[in-house]
């Protein structure tokens, strides 16, 4: 089982990036997913989460408004659109699918986790 994440870059402050979550090994289509982010020197953190259908969603506060999270079923991939980065989103971000179907905002709820991309946003 496998979730590879991608989609991390360097760019501006106020560019967009959208990462992309592809698992392997089994469907994940019916459970909740997430993204999670670490910067450097500081702990991981909750980013966003969506429920197994997509019909549910949840931001952090930081990233409410900027960042959209979806996924597609069909193809076992889960997306993070980020709009309008700020230097403090520099982070490596990670992808996790949840024990259950929900949306879920605290890492103990997941029990798969990808590698990793690192998105670094410059002023």
């Known amino acids: 089982v496998q979730l590879q994440a991608s989609g991390g870059g360097l760019v501006q402050a106020g560019s967009s990036l959208r990462l992309s979550c592809a698992a392997s090994?089994?469907?994940?289509?019916?459970?909740?997913m997430g993204w999670f982010r670490q910067a450097p020197g500081k702990e991981r953190e909750f980013v966003a989460t969506?429920?197994?259908?997509?019909?549910?969603?949840s931001y952090a506060d930081s990233v409410k408004g900027r960042f959209t999270i979806s996924r597609d079923n069909s193809k076992n991939t889960v997306y993070l659109q980020m709009n309008s980065l700020k230097p403090e989103d520099t982070a490596v971000y990670y992808c996790?699918?949840?024990?259950?179907?929900?949306?879920?905002?605290?890492?103990?709820?997941?029990?798969?986790w990808g590698q990793g991309t690192l998105v670094t946003v410059s002023s």
């Open positions: 090994g089994r469907t994940f289509r019916n459970n909740g």
């Open positions: 996790a699918a949840a024990r259950a179907a929900l949306a879920a905002r605290y890492s103990y709820e997941y029990s798969y």
């Open positions: 969506i429920t197994w259908s997509g019909g549910l969603t």
